[in-house]
């Protein structure tokens, strides 16, 4: 498939273009709303979910959907739809945006969401890191691809699914937004370097097969495909931990300058209280 046939036979399905196309008005609309109020909100954020929402619309309503029958590309539609998509949408924090740009209504709806139980096993790390390690293998070690291939509503539910499993897992790793409970950061980059063995496993898994997973998949597009979902999964994962570890620097970074100014400002009253004592001490003595 060459990078032409990706945009010249683009499928544009409704239902995911609408989506994309509602969220990333929502988003861009929501970043203007502060701006009026006279807030800025980081451009970063504004062009990470840009892009995450650019690799959802290459897999989802590009050329790349209309030959997703061809393990290869299934695997490249997979890699963006449920790893690179996902730890964008994360690090551009959508819910803290919300949460400012909203009515105070809309506010408490998304907090009463948050810390309700099921916002709580949403964003439990041991859920999300089981629910995404579940998703991946159900559907390459179960008949759930293969029907996929046969049944359009089965596909576009199995692609919903992988996005969701994805945006969790990812939601308290990167940890920007509001969490009911948040992870340390050194229990943070242990929850991703466990995770990084999924697609290492799957990958080598795939590579390996020595029988069809669905009647017109052959073995070569599937080793190449496992492959692919091998070397992307720790890729991402490597770089994800270390976005963390950068994170757990400049935390302790603004830590120690929040110190130095407390010890600035203790040490100031301090001088001050003594300056005051002294002055005391003098005029007692003069009178």
């Given at each position: 498939?060459?990078?032409?046939?990706?945009?010249?036979?683009a499928?544009?399905?409704?239902?995911?273009?609408?989506?994309?196309?509602?969220?990333l008005?929502?988003?861009?609309?929501?970043v203007?709303?502060?701006?009026?109020?006279?807030?800025?909100?980081?451009?970063?954020?504004?062009?990470?979910f840009?892009?995450?929402?650019?690799?959802?619309?290459?897999?989802?309503?590009s050329?790349?959907?209309?030959?997703?029958?061809?393990?290869?590309?299934?695997?490249?539609?997979?890699?963006?739809?449920?790893?690179?998509?996902?730890?964008?949408?994360?690090?551009?924090?959508?819910?803290?945006?919300?949460?400012?740009?909203?009515?105070?209504?809309v506010?408490t709806?998304?907090?009463?969401?948050?810390?309700?139980?099921?916002?709580?096993?949403?964003?439990?790390?041991i859920?999300?890191?089981?629910?995404?390690?579940?998703s991946?293998f159900?559907?390459?070690?179960?008949?759930?691809?293969?029907?996929?291939?046969?049944?359009?509503?089965?596909?576009?539910?199995v692609h919903?699914?992988l996005?969701?499993?994805?945006?969790?897992?990812?939601?308290?790793?990167?940890?920007?937004?509001?969490?009911?409970?948040?992870?340390?950061?050194?229990?943070r980059?242990?929850?991703?370097?466990?995770?990084?063995?999924?697609?290492?496993?799957l990958?080598?898994a795939l590579?390996?097969?020595?029988?069809r997973?669905?009647?017109?998949?052959?073995?070569?597009?599937?080793?190449?495909?496992?492959?692919?979902?091998?070397?992307?999964?720790?890729?991402?994962?490597l770089?994800?931990?270390?976005?963390?570890?950068?994170?757990?620097?400049?935390?302790?970074?603004?830590?120690a300058?929040?110190?130095?100014?407390?010890?600035?400002?203790?040490a100031?009253?301090?001088?001050a209280?003594?300056?005051?004592?002294?002055?005391?001490?003098?005029?007692?003595?003069?009178?």
């Amino acid at each position: 498939m060459t990078p032409a046939e990706v945009v010249t036979q683009a499928t544009f399905d409704p239902i995911p273009t609408v989506v994309i196309a509602l969220t990333l008005g929502w988003y861009l609309w929501s970043v203007r709303r502060l701006a009026r109020r006279g807030r800025r909100w980081p451009l970063g954020r504004t062009v990470a979910f840009v892009l995450g929402e650019l690799f959802l619309a290459v897999g989802l309503i590009s050329g790349m959907d209309a030959h997703d029958g061809i393990f290869e590309i299934h695997t490249i539609q997979h890699i963006f739809i449920s790893m690179l998509a996902p730890v964008l949408f994360a690090f551009s924090a959508p819910i803290t945006l919300a949460l400012q740009a909203s009515h105070r209504s809309v506010q408490t709806a998304i907090l009463k969401v948050l810390h309700s139980p099921v916002g709580r096993i949403a964003s439990n790390p041991i859920f999300t890191w089981a629910f995404y390690g579940a998703s991946i293998f159900g559907l390459y070690f179960t008949s759930l691809y293969a029907i996929t291939l046969r049944n359009q509503t089965v596909h576009d539910l199995v692609h919903l699914h992988l996005i969701v499993a994805g945006c969790l897992f990812w939601w308290p790793a990167v940890a920007v937004d509001p969490l009911p409970k948040r992870m340390s950061y050194g229990v943070r980059i242990a929850y991703l370097m466990l995770a990084m063995p999924f697609h290492t496993i799957l990958g080598m898994a795939l590579d390996s097969q020595t029988t069809r997973i669905a009647p017109t998949t052959t073995l070569g597009d599937l080793h190449a495909g496992g492959g692919l979902m091998w070397i992307a999964g720790e890729a991402l994962g490597l770089i994800g931990t270390i976005a963390v570890f950068l994170q757990w620097l400049r935390a302790d970074e603004r830590a120690a300058r929040r110190n130095d100014r407390t010890s600035e400002e203790v040490a100031a009253l301090q001088l001050a209280h003594w300056r005051a004592t002294r002055e005391a001490a003098a005029r007692a003595v003069s009178s």
